[in-house]
């Protein structure tokens, strides 16, 4: 009783964050807002018996992948968009494809309700943190070295799509210095050149 209590609190905050996430313009509101349902689902995990999982989404989601995302927000330095007039049909798109997931959702739920109720063996360790570990680093090695070396090449290259936009204008700034204070001739001297 008490956790399907739990569950259906947590999943409504889930939704409520999920719904404030898709409507607020501003993207920094919406990262916030998607915090919020990491969390919610964090503590869904919780009270399905699985602490491990709901550390890691804490820890990975709600804390490093929303930091790279709000610095990924301020590095592009959003303004505010216009309206665009000419994709007001998929307003309509978007509805018709929203109500198609909400009667899945109420398929699902019927299903879930009409399906036979099973035993839980607790003595297995689904879940668990040991489990967990000994798979990936037994079984799943190759997998997570992969995930590794991607997230690594994901980092490399977006601080050097990052240098690359950013040094055009810092040449410029540095020629105008130059040409400001009279020092023209040495605008292309390989000392001050980046």
Same mark, same amino acid.
């Given at each position: 009783?008490?956790?399907?209590?739990?569950?259906? @609190?947590?999943?409504?905050?889930?939704?409520?964050?999920?719904?404030?996430?898709?409507?607020?313009?501003?993207?920094?509101?919406?990262?916030?807002?998607?915090?919020?349902?990491? =969390?919610?689902?964090?503590?869904?995990? %919780?009270?399905?018996?699985?602490?491990? =999982?709901?550390?890691?989404?804490?820890?990975?989601?709600?804390?490093?992948?929303?930091? @790279?995302?709000?610095?990924?927000?301020?590095?592009?330095? #959003? *303004?505010?968009?216009?309206?665009?007039?000419?994709?007001?049909?998929?307003?309509?798109?978007?509805?018709?494809?929203?109500?198609?997931?909400?009667? /899945?959702?109420?398929?699902?739920?019927?299903? %879930?309700?009409?399906?036979? /109720?099973?035993? %839980?063996?607790?003595?297995?360790?689904?879940?668990?943190?040991?489990?967990?570990?000994?798979?990936?680093?037994?079984?799943?090695?190759?997998?997570?070295?992969?995930?590794?070396?991607?997230?690594?090449?994901?980092? =490399?290259?977006?601080?050097?799509?990052?240098?690359?936009?950013? /040094?055009? /204008?810092?040449?410029?700034?540095?020629?105008?210095?130059?040409?400001?204070?009279? #020092?023209?001739?040495?605008? *292309?001297?390989?000392?001050?050149?980046?």
């Amino acid at each position: 009783m008490v956790g399907s209590v739990l569950f259906f @609190l947590f999943a409504g905050l889930a939704i409520a964050c999920a719904i404030s996430m898709v409507y607020h313009r501003n993207p920094l509101y919406s990262a916030i807002s998607l915090v919020g349902v990491f =969390i919610s689902l964090s503590c869904i995990y %919780v009270t399905l018996a699985a602490p491990f =999982i709901a550390a890691v989404q804490v820890l990975i989601y709600a804390g490093a992948i929303m930091v @790279l995302v709000v610095f990924v927000i301020m590095l592009l330095n #959003l *303004d505010e968009d216009k309206p665009l007039n000419r994709l007001r049909y998929l307003y309509g798109v978007g509805g018709g494809l929203g109500l198609i997931l909400l009667a /899945q959702t109420f398929f699902i739920f019927y299903a %879930v309700i009409k399906a036979p /109720q099973q035993a %839980v063996n607790n003595a297995e360790t689904v879940g668990k943190t040991m489990s967990i570990g000994q798979g990936m680093y037994t079984e799943y090695l190759l997998p997570v070295e992969i995930v590794g070396v991607l997230l690594l090449m994901a980092i =490399i290259g977006g601080v050097v799509l990052a240098r690359r936009l950013a /040094q055009p /204008q810092l040449e410029l700034l540095v020629n105008e210095e130059l040409e400001a204070r009279g #020092l023209e001739e040495e605008i *292309d001297d390989y000392r001050i050149s980046m």
